[in-house]
């Protein structure tokens, strides 16, 4: 950030400020190169790398004074191998073939005039996210790539480390000749930048909230720019009577238990009455052995009686820690039956051996990411060979589940002519 823009950042009305530095600078990023875009990718991910002490006393600052629970320790935290992980999503990036520009359609008119689709850049975008630093990285990055200039503002736990990070991307920018206003942070952890960033219609093309639900729910309450927004990851893994039992016990300990803290791990566990008596004890005893607790339905501990009893309440919980609902189901439109009534629409899997059973549950719910045979953590933008992702989209307009460099595409129309005039 330049000297008249830190300026400026310390006074009421920053946000307004930086927006339309920010709009100067997305006409440059949308027109520059791909090689000049990538090669700020590529230099900030050395800049992160060169970084690492740094990054890591920055975020030690914040992890002192977290109180927070374990899991969400777990989401501020970085380690060598978190910020190795980030420079190489930025590598993995520049590697990606350029969204904008793309030639999405084209026809010819009886007329003679050809016609065609082109994706171009959104425009401003305002990226609102809480306790991992780590987003601060992908979204400019994927923001840089795309053609988008980005302002973020993460959460008040991670001042420090998104700061850090920020500095890294300015970096790359710098590196590879381009406004460093293409990427820019709100200046403090007043709320006040939040309400700024809702209200900057005209200015910021496309709000994007990465949090939980209190977040989600007063961005979509209060903004003025469009939104594009999760719901709650709230996650349902369905072993059918015909699953593999150590294909599941499998894939059920990793979908809870590898980050039990981020979006796309399993909140409730579906299980077939059918093999219920059988696999669940096993099930229970893998993950009690790290660290899961549970909220169980009746029939579920009928079989395994020590397990806490669950409400209506518990199957709607997004618990983003260490906390399993099992519910027991009568076949697979029983499970999609409960999924309907509790789910989020984020993302569920289904565990068999049966082809027409997986095709019934894969066909059977609408949530914007649907799995079978895989643990639900695979819901995630650079598993899907995005590079990395901005965000899990679970509405119906524009994008659904991880949202990449195409989906911050938008486009417009060509008209190709050569003389024509209309009737």
């Given at each position: 950030?330049?000297?008249?823009?830190?300026?400026?950042?310390?006074?009421?009305?920053?946000?307004?400020?930086?927006?339309?530095?920010?709009?100067?600078?997305?006409?440059?990023?949308?027109?520059?190169?791909?090689?000049?875009?990538?090669?700020?990718?590529?230099?900030?991910?050395?800049?992160?790398?060169?970084?690492?002490?740094?990054?890591?006393?920055?975020?030690?600052?914040?992890?002192?004074?977290?109180?927070?629970?374990?899991?969400?320790?777990?989401?501020?935290?970085?380690?060598?191998?978190?910020?190795?992980?980030?420079?190489?999503?930025?590598?993995?990036?520049?590697?990606?073939?350029?969204?904008?520009?793309?030639?999405?359609?084209?026809?010819?008119?009886?007329?003679?005039?050809?016609?065609?689709?082109?994706?171009?850049?959104?425009?401003?975008?305002?990226?609102?996210?809480?306790?991992?630093?780590?987003?601060?990285?992908?979204?400019?990055?994927?923001?840089?790539?795309?053609?988008?200039?980005?302002?973020?503002?993460?959460?008040?736990?991670?001042?420090?480390?998104?700061?850090?990070?920020?500095?890294?991307?300015?970096?790359?920018?710098?590196?590879?000749?381009?406004?460093?206003?293409?990427?820019?942070?709100?200046?403090?952890?007043?709320?006040?930048?939040?309400?700024?960033?809702?209200?900057?219609?005209?200015?910021?093309?496309?709000?994007?909230?990465?949090?939980?639900?209190?977040?989600?729910?007063?961005?979509?309450?209060?903004?003025?720019?469009?939104?594009?927004?999760?719901?709650?990851?709230?996650?349902h893994t369905y072993i059918h009577a015909a699953a593999d039992p150590k294909?599941?016990?499998?894939?059920?300990?990793?979908?809870?238990?590898?980050?039990?803290?981020?979006?796309?791990?399993?909140?409730?566990?579906?299980?077939?009455?059918?093999?219920?008596?059988?696999?669940?004890?096993?099930?229970?005893?893998?993950?009690?052995?790290?660290?899961?607790?549970?909220?169980?339905?009746?029939?579920?501990?009928?079989?395994?009686?020590?397990?806490?009893?669950?409400?209506?309440?518990?199957?709607?919980?997004?618990?983003?820690?260490?906390?399993?609902?099992?519910?027991?189901?009568?076949?697979?439109?029983?499970?999609l039956e409960h999924i309907a009534r509790y789910g989020s629409g984020h993302?569920?899997?289904?565990?068999?051996?049966?082809?027409?059973?997986?095709?019934?549950?894969?066909?059977?719910?609408?949530?914007?990411?649907?799995?079978?045979?895989?643990?639900?953590?695979?819901?995630?933008?650079?598993?899907?060979?995005?590079?990395?992702?901005?965000?899990?989209?679970?509405?119906?307009?524009?994008?659904?589940?991880?949202?990449?460099?195409?989906?911050?595409?938008?486009?417009?129309?060509?008209?190709?002519?050569?003389?024509?005039?209309?009737?």
């Open positions: 950030m330049s000297a008249s823009m830190q300026a400026e950042a310390t006074r009421p009305g920053a946000i307004e400020a930086m927006a339309r530095a920010a709009r100067v600078a997305s006409r440059t990023l949308a027109q520059s190169p791909t090689a000049i875009r990538d090669k700020a990718l590529w230099a900030a991910a050395s800049a992160l790398r060169e970084t690492r002490t740094d990054l890591l006393d920055a975020n030690a600052k914040d992890l002192e004074a977290f109180t927070g629970t374990p899991a969400f320790r777990d989401r501020l935290t970085l380690t060598p191998e978190r910020i190795e992980a980030m420079a190489a999503g930025l590598e993995d990036m520049a590697d990606l073939p350029d969204p904008v520009g793309r030639i999405l359609a084209d026809w010819s008119r009886p007329n003679g005039l050809k016609i065609r689709r082109v994706a171009t850049p959104v425009g401003v975008l305002g990226v609102i996210y809480e306790s991992r630093p780590n987003v601060g990285a992908d979204a400019a990055g994927l923001c840089i790539k795309s053609g988008n200039a980005v302002i973020l503002r993460g959460g008040s736990e991670s001042f420090h480390s998104a700061r850090a990070i920020h500095a890294a991307m300015a970096a790359g920018l710098r590196a590879a000749g381009l406004p460093e206003e293409a990427v820019q942070i709100a200046p403090g952890t007043d709320r006040r930048y939040v309400a700024e960033m809702l209200a900057a219609a005209g200015l910021i093309d496309l709000i994007i909230p990465r949090g939980g639900r209190s977040l989600v729910e007063r961005v979509q309450n209060e903004a003025r720019v469009p939104v594009l927004a999760h719901a709650e990851g709230l996650c294909m599941a016990r499998s894939i059920i300990a990793n979908a809870k238990m590898r980050r039990p803290g981020i979006c796309g791990a399993t909140e409730t566990l579906l299980i077939d009455a059918a093999i219920a008596p059988s696999l669940l004890p096993l099930i229970v005893e893998d993950l009690k052995e790290l660290g899961c607790d549970f909220r169980a339905d009746d029939r579920a501990r009928a079989i395994v009686p020590d397990l806490k009893p669950a409400t209506p309440q518990d199957f709607a919980t997004e618990w983003l820690d260490a906390t399993l609902s099992v519910a027991t189901v009568d076949g697979v439109d029983s499970a993302t569920e899997a289904i565990i068999t051996s049966d082809e027409t059973v997986a095709t019934r549950f894969l066909n059977g719910t609408d949530s914007a990411v649907v799995m079978w045979n895989a643990s639900t953590q695979f819901c995630d933008g650079g598993e899907f060979g995005f590079g990395a992702e901005i965000g899990i989209a679970t509405g119906r307009i524009h994008a659904r589940g991880p949202v990449g460099l195409e989906q911050l595409t938008t486009f417009r129309y060509e008209v190709l002519g050569s003389g024509q005039i209309r009737p």
